[in-house]
């Protein structure tokens, strides 16, 4: 089992541009979640689905944030425009849903610089 | 507001010896706990859990202690590696519909020498 796969491991972009953060969550896990990141905050949940459907989002900073997951294999947190302030480590994990036996499973993370 | 603490920004300790990681709670309704350990550029693992029904929990080199009337929990390793030198996350679920919404701690580097 390959893990959970993030892409792309390194962004750098400018402010106002838009970013598109990509993630595969493992074969079989029905809930995904979008993390992130940063020194002020630390690890904080932005958004989380079950069987491809949003659940809760109420992380999600702003409106400038958006996610998808068209299908049990592929999800994406895209930022437009964005900025400086995004600057975080985005962290995608999947697990079986409600599953004590079933811990998170992240991936390596997505390293987002705004420039 | 910050329902899980991890006071204790870095720990250093020599090879062979125990580790202790503490962690604070407020949340009384808070009913499971979970550490994850996390190296450079990598993604947090999971390491070790406890149900508020238990005070202990053992997994090989790893214990977790949770004291619910003091709503601490603890890590302990032993003994300690260079290798466990990783930044270490307490978390509990944060509400219902499952146990993965969870509230991490803001971690504890801890750094084994030899």
């Known amino acids: 089992d390959a893990g959970v796969i993030q892409s792309p491991r390194h962004e750098v972009t400018e402010m106002g541009q838009e970013v598109t953060l990509r993630c595969k969550p493992i074969s079989g896990h029905n809930s995904l979640f979008w993390y992130r990141q940063t020194m002020m905050r630390g690890l904080e949940l932005l958004i989380y689905?079950?069987?491809?459907?949003?659940?809760?989002d109420s992380g999600m900073p702003e409106d400038r944030f958006s996610a998808k997951m068209p299908n049990a294999s592929f999800s994406t947190l895209k930022i437009q425009p964005s900025e400086p302030r995004d600057s975080a480590v985005y962290f995608c994990?999947?697990?079986?849903?409600?599953?004590?036996?079933?811990?998170?499973?992240f991936g390596n993370g997505t390293r987002l610089t705004v420039t | 507001d910050q329902q899980v603490k991890q006071n204790s920004p870095s720990l250093s300790v020599q090879e062979g010896r125990i580790s202790i990681l503490n962690c604070d709670y407020t949340n009384s309704m808070f009913d499971y706990f979970l550490w994850y350990k996390k190296y450079p550029a990598e993604g947090p693992t999971f390491l070790i859990s406890i149900s508020s029904i238990k005070d202990k929990n053992e997994d090989g080199r790893f214990t977790v202690f949770l004291n619910k009337s003091a709503k601490h929990l603890s890590l302990h390793i032993v003994p300690s590696q260079p290798g466990d030198s990783a930044v270490y996350f307490c978390a509990a679920p944060r509400g219902p519909g499952g146990y993965n919404k969870l509230i991490f701690g803001a971690g504890t580097r801890l750094a084994v020498h030899p």
């Open positions: 994990a999947s697990s079986l849903w409600v599953s004590i036996n079933s811990p998170l499973h």
């Open positions: 689905f079950n069987n491809n459907v949003p659940i809760d």
